[in-house]
């Protein structure tokens, strides 16, 4: 049996080892996945560790995503780009760093029917996630794309970035009346934040624009909530959570497991 895990801290709410360990199981592989739990001052012990083990491979989540690039031996073109990492193979002794967090959640739009190409797209925040997010959509062809944050600073950083990397203006104001797609990419909505939402003006929401959250847990935010009400199209975070595990299987493993594992694993894991 060859083995897999996941490194964060906390991690143990992880769906991680349960997804990736049906799909093993449905496809007769001999890997094992589960969880590893490391603070952050214990990373690069962990890491060595890992690797003294012979782990095949390990994702990194939070606080990770961008450390861990210091302890590898090589790193993907797009995840030195995304400036993070939350996917890592062991090939041979080496370990290389993979970024399949925006694909995924590309991959979980299109899975839904919301196509970003040619939509004008808003972002909410500009944090780890929002920043592979945002560049992925300015090169798949986005029409426009708007990145607002809390701290104005960080949208500014992101859209300066975006720039020097895809050639993409990203705006940091609202300029439109009306969006194709909202994102939530901010925190707000889950945890100690559940009940909140990142929106207080929802006008530039209506029935021809899709909501999607990055959070899946509440199941419905009360963003979700509000654009239902006004009959726009709404996504949870689940469909990303689940697409960039189909792509970090197929890093680890090399089995070119179908997009269509996707639709059992919703379906036998999640119940959805
Ligand atoms: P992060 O780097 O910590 O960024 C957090 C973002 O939320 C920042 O833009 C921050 O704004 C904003 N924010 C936090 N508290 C706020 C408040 N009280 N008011 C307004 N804005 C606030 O986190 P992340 O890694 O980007 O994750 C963002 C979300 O995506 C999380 O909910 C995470 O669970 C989710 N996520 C989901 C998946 C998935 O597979 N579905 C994958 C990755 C992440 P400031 O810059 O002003 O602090």
Redesign the pocket.
């Known amino acids: 049996m060859k083995k897999l895990t996941i490194i964060g801290y906390p991690v143990s709410h992880s769906f991680s080892p349960v997804m990736h360990n049906f799909i093993s199981q449905s496809i007769g592989a001999p890997y094992s996945y589960d969880i590893t739990e490391v603070a952050p001052e214990k990373l690069g012990e962990a890491v060595e560790k890992l690797k003294a083990e012979g782990i095949a491979g390990f994702n990194v989540?939070?606080p990770h995503?961008i450390e861990i690039m210091k302890y590898l031996d090589g790193i993907s073109k797009q995840a030195q780009r995304y400036g993070a990492v939350?996917t890592v193979v062991n090939k041979d002794g080496k370990l290389f760093g993979y970024n399949t967090?925006a694909d995924?959640?590309y991959m979980s739009l299109m899975h839904k029917g919301i196509n970003p190409v040619m939509a004008h797209i808003l972002v909410?925040?500009?944090?780890?996630?929002?920043?592979p997010v945002v560049l992925n959509l300015a090169e798949k062809g986005a029409a426009s794309l708007t990145v607002l944050?809390?701290?104005k600073e960080?949208?500014e950083a992101l859209a300066s970035y975006a720039a020097e990397c895809t050639g993409f203006e990203v705006k940091t104001e609202m300029d439109r009346e009306h969006y194709d797609i909202v994102i939530?990419?901010?925190?707000?909505?889950?945890?100690k934040?559940k009940g909140?939402s990142?929106m207080y003006d929802l006008s530039v929401i209506d029935k021809n624009s899709a909501v999607v959250d990055?959070?899946?847990n509440p199941e419905k935010t009360v963003l979700l909530q509000e654009a239902e009400k006004l009959g726009a199209r709404v996504a949870?975070?689940?469909?990303?959570?689940v697409f960039?595990g189909i792509l970090a299987y197929r890093l680890f493993t090399g089995i070119d497991i179908p997009d269509s594992m996707a639709e059992d694993v919703l379906k036998e894991v999640f119940g959805k």
């Open positions: 989540t939070a995503k939350n967090d995924g959640f909410l925040g500009a944090g780890g996630a929002a920043q944050n809390r701290t960080k949208a939530n990419c901010t925190t707000l909505g889950m945890g934040n909140m990142p990055m959070i899946y949870n975070g689940l469909g990303m959570l960039q």
